[in-house]
């Protein structure tokens, strides 16, 4: 059984820091490329970051872009995304997300390309 669990949301004062983990179990974290994703109310899913298989190469949404660091350890099974700078509009529930693959290069932000969810993690950012 499957299963990819975030932690390490809550709140925190425009400025901080966070940092996201995604534990995964039931299959071998090493084939599969991961994303981060984060959800507001009446919004749609917005790709946050994504890394390739190995960790070779990283992509990031340009509200993002400087200020979060996505990065793999595939001995535990984890990925983590490090948040720095943290804005009020960076406050949303935070996916992580995985999807198959072969290419050592590939990464996407695309939602629907994702085959395996978790379950979300809240990060509030608020004075």
């Known amino acids: 059984q499957w299963q990819l669990v975030e932690s390490g949301g809550g709140l925190v004062q425009p400025g901080g820091s966070l940092t996201l983990s995604c534990a995964v179990s039931?299959?071998?974290?090493?084939?599969?490329?991961m994303g981060w994703f984060r959800q507001v109310p009446g919004k749609e899913r917005e790709g946050v970051s994504a890394?390739?298989?190995?960790?070779?190469?990283?992509d990031y949404a340009d509200s993002v872009k400087g200020r979060f660091t996505i990065s793999r350890d595939d001995a535990k099974n984890t990925v983590y995304l490090q948040m720095n700078s943290l804005k009020p509009e960076d406050t949303a529930v935070y996916y992580c997300a995985a999807h198959y693959s072969t290419r050592s290069s590939y990464t996407s932000l695309a939602a629907s390309d994702y085959d395996y969810w978790g379950r979300g993690t809240q990060v509030t950012v608020s004075s």
């Open positions: 890394i390739s298989i190995f960790g070779g190469r990283t």
């Open positions: 039931g299959f071998s974290l090493d084939s599969y490329s």
